[in-house]
């Protein structure tokens, strides 16, 4: 249908912004990139989600971990 093929088209825009942001070295742009990914929920964002689990960046691993926790309840 037009919606769900508009939905998939914004999912992917928004995965593809939020993985530009975690290149970024401002930690609260990559925290920011990483709720949003939370948010899309696909395997694609989840990939994109696990290397910021071992963070060097408190802030930013707490956040991948906190929606890495969201992933694996789902």
């Known amino acids: 249908t037009p919606g769900t093929a508009r ?13 530009k942001l975690l290149e970024r070295p401002e930690e609260h742009l990559q925290c920011a990139a990483l709720v949003g990914l ?25 956040t991948a971990q906190q929606v890495w926790a969201k992933f694996a309840a789902a």
Do not use: N
């Not at 939905?7 to 993985?19: E, F, H, P, Q, V």
């Not at 939370?38 to 963070?55: D, H, I, M, N, R």
């Open 38 to 62: 939370g948010k899309v929920g696909t395997a694609e964002a989840a990939q994109a989600v696990f290397p910021k689990l071992k963070s060097a960046e408190r802030k930013v691993r707490i």
């Open 7 to 19: 939905a998939s088209r914004a999912g992917t825009l928004a995965t593809a912004l939020y993985k």
